[in-house]
């Protein structure tokens, strides 16, 4: 139920959890709502839209609903943040994705938005078999690497494959937060 007064919303797309982990984090530090972004009705009266989406091939999940209501949420504060594997204390993952974000999206929309990116994990028990098939390719070739170039996610991937890894921090959102405050 939306809170009464409440003009920031939460939204996300997310395959196997991650993403709704962090949106609800979010949406419990602003004590505002959160939900579905492809269920959701856009309203007039939100002021703030945030939106969390998975990276898949370096592609923002869901954010085609972003930009098919792009319309009605441009005068208004908007923030997307992304959910991936790359660790994002490292500036040039951070770089690399940002790159793949704005060649997804109108230029225009691009900097009206404030991003931010946080790391994920996998979870094989809620991943579909399509992304399975996808992260056994990935690992099997990820294996060939030598082990000096491999990163932390790329072991993560090689030695958990079929399994759950968590990379997600709660601490991640804290600049977020403090932009929306
Ligand atoms: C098929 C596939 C492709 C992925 N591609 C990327 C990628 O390009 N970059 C990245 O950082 N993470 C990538 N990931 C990792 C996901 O972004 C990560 O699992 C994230 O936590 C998913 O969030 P969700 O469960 O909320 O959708 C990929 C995962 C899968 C299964």
Request: charged fraction near 30%; hydrophobic fraction near 40%.
């Given at each position: 139920m939306r809170k009464m007064g409440s003009k920031t919303i939460v939204l996300y797309k997310s395959e196997s959890g991650f993403t709704k982990q962090y949106a609800e984090w979010i949406a419990a530090a602003l004590k505002c709502d959160c939900a579905e972004a492809e269920t959701y009705d856009f309203r007039k009266d939100d002021q703030t839209?945030?939106?969390?989406?998975g990276l898949y091939a370096?592609?923002?999940?869901?954010?085609?609903i972003l930009i098919k209501n792009y319309d009605k949420i441009k005068d208004?504060?908007?923030i997307v943040f992304t959910v991936g594997l790359a660790d994002v204390k490292d500036e040039s993952?951070?770089?690399?994705?940002?790159?793949?974000c704005k060649k997804q999206i109108?230029?225009?929309?691009?900097?009206?938005i404030k991003w931010f990116h946080f790391r994920g994990g996998m979870d094989y028990g809620k991943m579909s078999?399509?992304?399975r098939c996808m992260m056994w390719f990935m690992k099997t070739m990820l294996s060939k690497e030598p082990e000096n170039e491999q990163s932390d996610s790329d072991r993560a991937v090689i030695e958990n494959y079929g399994g759950?890894?968590?990379?997600?921090?709660?601490?991640?959102i804290d600049t977020l937060v403090k932009y929306c405050l």
């Open positions: 839209i945030i939106f969390g989406g370096g592609k923002i999940n869901g954010i085609k208004k504060k908007c993952n951070i770089e690399a994705i940002a790159a793949s109108p230029e225009e929309m691009f900097s009206n078999f399509l992304h759950k890894f968590d990379f997600s921090d709660r601490n991640e």
